[in-house]
């Protein structure tokens, strides 16, 4: 069994007109510690193929979804939002959409997903700190959230992600809110994370950079999985 499996998922949000369809039909396989990227236009389906992984679709987005999908062997009907946390992180596009509103300091906005799962004081602070300095903010560890630009908020989510050490990481356009320096130093980090044993999906419109170190391109349009791929081929398709 693969990792993560779609067996001809469809979902329409509950605000779709009837003949509207997020994703179609679509089916796909993806490893343990593949590399994934997804691409294609906006409105593509891209955003909701990530809710999928870590079941934020059905649980979160209202909506019909028919077909399954499954992650390490659970499917998404049958979990929880919170169960799944361990299994797999979604960095939203939106990092202001990600950010709890309810921290008053970076460290502790970090910590909050840590002391749901009830580890130790001390392996807290040091996840937290490790990560924070993984993501090039730890001068900002007091500081509170909401006063974040986009750049700063977009990293501090993806550390709060990656301190839960989740066995995949779903990253949808980590670097949105990032100058090219900030995308730069994002794109190194990640690009590092396949060695580390993660599985990681990668949404983004600028692949092209990342393609060496992409094991397999998707390709989205209008809901459907339209190419699956060596990134190189695929890519001169496009
Ligand atoms: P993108 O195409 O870059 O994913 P969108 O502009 O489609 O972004 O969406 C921005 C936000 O609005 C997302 O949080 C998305 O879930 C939400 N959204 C998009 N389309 C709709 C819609 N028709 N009704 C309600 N929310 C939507
Ligand atoms: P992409 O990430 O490729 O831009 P999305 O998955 O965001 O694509 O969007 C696919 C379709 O689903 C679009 O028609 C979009 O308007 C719709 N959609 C996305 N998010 C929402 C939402 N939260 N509510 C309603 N419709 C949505």
Redesign the pocket.
């Given at each position: 069994m693969s990792l993560i499996e779609f067996d001809d998922v469809s979902f329409q949000?509950r605000?779709?007109p009837d003949d509207e369809y997020a994703l179609e039909s679509v089916s796909c396989r993806i490893e343990r510690e593949e590399f994934v990227g997804i691409t294609g236009p906006?409105?593509a389906g891209?955003?909701t193929f990530c809710r999928c992984i870590p079941s934020y679709i059905p649980n979160f987005f209202d909506g019909t979804l028919s077909g399954t999908v499954t992650v390490d062997g659970v499917d998404a009907r049958e979990t929880t939002i919170g169960e799944m946390a361990t299994t797999a992180g979604l960095l939203f596009?939106?990092p202001f959409?990600q950010l709890t509103g309810a921290s008053t300091s970076v460290i502790e906005e970090v910590a909050f997903g840590l002391e749901n799962l009830g580890l130790p004081a001390d392996e807290i602070l040091e996840r937290c700190v490790e990560n924070l300095e993984r993501m090039n903010i730890r001068d900002l560890i007091d500081r509170n959230p909401q006063q974040l630009s986009g750049g700063q908020s977009q990293r501090l989510a993806l550390a709060a992600i990656l301190a839960m050490q989740p066995e995949v990481l779903v990253l949808d356009?980590p670097a949105s809110q990032l100058d090219p320096h900030g995308t730069d130093e994002v794109f190194d980090v990640i690009s590092g994370m396949d060695d580390e044993g993660y599985t990681v999906i990668l949404v983004s419109q600028q692949l092209g950079r990342m393609a060496r170190h992409l094991d397999r391109l998707f390709v989205l349009d209008n809901g459907r999985l339209v190419d699956q791929g060596d990134p190189r081929e695929v890519l001169d398709h496009e």
């Open positions: 949000y605000t779709q906006s409105h891209k955003s596009e939106n959409d356009e």
